[in-house]
């Protein structure tokens, strides 16, 4: 089993920036990947970022140059600059073990608006 606990999340003026943070608990040893999805109203959840074990990251088009990951499998940041207000949504943080496992944070509300 494995715990997540995110922070950070709030309002923040368009071109702004906020910085996501995530803990993770339980068995470490597990997980061989973490991440950020967000899951804006009326829309499916969707890949924001990822980072592995050994440190490969991977981006959505739509953030890379703006937003950027980093961490551990313990500790994970999303550094989220220039935001714009599609932005807005809930960031989940995200774990998958080596089984391919997925485990899910509750949710931070990010919102982008003037």
């Known amino acids: 089993q494995v715990q997540l606990a995110e922070s950070g999340g709030g309002l923040v003026q368009p071109g702004g920036s906020l910085r996501l943070s995530c803990t993770a608990s339980g068995n470490i040893p597990s997980i061989r990947a973490t991440g950020w999805y967000r899951q804006a109203p009326g829309k499916e959840r969707e890949l924001v970022a990822t980072?592995?074990?050994?440190?490969i990251t991977n981006y959505a088009d739509s953030v890379k140059g703006r937003f950027t990951i980093s961490g551990n499998m313990v500790t994970l940041t999303l550094q989220m600059n220039s935001l714009k207000p599609e932005d807005t949504a809930v960031y989940y943080c995200?774990?998958?073990?080596?089984?391919?496992?997925?485990?899910w944070g509750q949710g931070t509300q990010v919102i982008v608006s003037s």
């Open positions: 980072i592995t074990i050994g440190g």
């Open positions: 995200n774990a998958q073990t080596w089984s391919l496992k997925d485990y």
